[in-house]
Structures are given as C-alpha cells and as structure tokens.
C-alpha cells in the first residue's frame, strides 16, 4: 500500500513539474501578440488614419499619417519650427518631399517605409524569417522582463517583454530604445497611444492623439507623379 501511495505523489509531481515549464521565447512571443487582438480582426484593417504628436526639447511635432494597404503609405510630419517634410510610398516607389527639394527614396528605404506602415508589424516577424532566441531575465525598476533577441534578414534586435504584463515592452535599435508608456483598445484591437524613444539625443515622447482604422483615403494622395509636377 505504501509504494501505491509513493507512486501516487511521484506521478502528481511528474504532472506538477511539467505544467510548469519555462515558456520558450516563440510561446513568449505569441502572448505577446495575442495583447494586441485577434490577428484575423487585425488582418481585415485595410487602411488607417493617424495623428501623433512627439515632443522633444525643442517642441512638439505632428506626424500625419495615412496608410492603404498593401504598400501605399503617406507621412507628413510638421516641426515645431515650421519646416514640413513628407514621406510618400506607392508600391516599389518612393519619394521625399522637403523645401525646394523632391528626392527619389532608395530601394531599401522604400522596403523599410512598407514595413512600417503594416498594421502591427510585429504580426509578420515570423513570416519574414525572423529567430527568436530567450536570453536572461532583465530587471528595471525592481520588473523583470523576459529578454528576447529577435533576429531578421538585415537586423538583430533585443525585446523586453514584461512577466506579468504581456502588454509591456520595450524594443531596443541600433543605438536607442523605446518604451511603451500606455496602450488603449480601438474597435477590439490594442494599440500603442504612448510611447518614449530614449537616444544619445534628447529624449522624445509620442502620443497618438487620433486613429482610425478603414477610413475612406483618397487614392491620389498616393500618386507619385501629381507631387513630381509641383515646384517647391
């Protein structure tokens, strides 16, 4: 009867150790995603509209933002000073528009702009052949984070993914990093409203004051062309 009941707990303990793996970093990384919604619900946004404005030191500017899908995106950004610059993406085509200037963009300027423009682009790190490695645990602030490094085609990154909050992370550039400071729901997905882009130069923090998602853009404000005939 004795070695029933031992076999009994070692079998409860074999149960119990195991329902308490470690998660690994891919497990860590899709908690994380699934914060920000239902991916089919995320899928169907074809296009969106935003305002931020991002305040440094030297003021507060404002970023406009409109993107269609696929590959169809358009950013003006308005400084404090009164410069303008305006980002513009038509499929495999960009350009630059600043005082007096029209610049073409560069190949992989033009990719970078897609990636960024996507709806979540987090979402698609895995079909664009990313690795996801878990280093050591990172505390700030007495919270400890899971540390990733996240490895794609042209960049390797590090994110922190707070424990007990999945919605808390910090991603690191080359020679910055950015925190999330609050997230709030539009229309049943999760998104970033605060943010701070901490560099060797001085800090900045963006707060997106407007979004909405499946906004009717007019399709000329992508027209490449319309811009190359104006003077600046």
Not at 40 to 69: F, H, P, W
Not at 152 to 162: F, K, Q, Y
Request: aromatic share 12%; proline share 3%.
């Amino acid at each position: 009867m004795k070695n029933i009941f031992l076999l009994f707990f070692i079998i409860l303990t074999l149960f119990s150790c195991d329902s308490k793996q470690p998660l690994t970093a891919l497990e860590i990384w899709h908690k994380h995603l699934d914060t920000f919604g239902d991916k089919e619900t995320i899928m169907q946004i074809e296009n969106a509209y935003s305002v931020m404005l991002v305040e440094s030191k030297r003021g507060i500017d404002t970023m406009m933002y409109y993107r269609a899908k696929p590959d169809k995106s358009y950013m003006e950004i308005v400084y404090s000073g009164g410069g303008r610059v305006t980002y513009i993406v038509n499929g495999d085509q960009g350009i630059i528009i600043a005082p007096d200037t029209i610049t073409e963009m560069s190949e992989s300027r033009v990719e970078d702009a897609n990636v960024m423009s996507m709806i979540y682009p987090e979402m698609y790190f895995e079909e664009r052949g990313y690795t996801f490695k878990l280093l050591e645990d990172e505390t700030i602030s007495d919270t400890v984070y899971y540390q990733l490094e996240l490895t794609g085609p042209d960049e390797t990154t590090r994110v922190l993914i707070r424990k007990d909050d999945f919605t808390d992370y910090r991603i690191y550039g080359e020679d910055s990093y950015m925190d999330i400071l609050e997230t709030k729901e539009v229309d049943g997905c999760r998104i970033v409203s605060e943010m701070r882009n901490v560099t060797d130069k001085p800090i900045n923090y963006g707060t997106i004051i407007e979004l909405k998602w499946n906004v009717e853009i007019p399709d000329s404000i992508f027209d490449l062309n319309r811009y190359q005939k104006k003077t600046y």
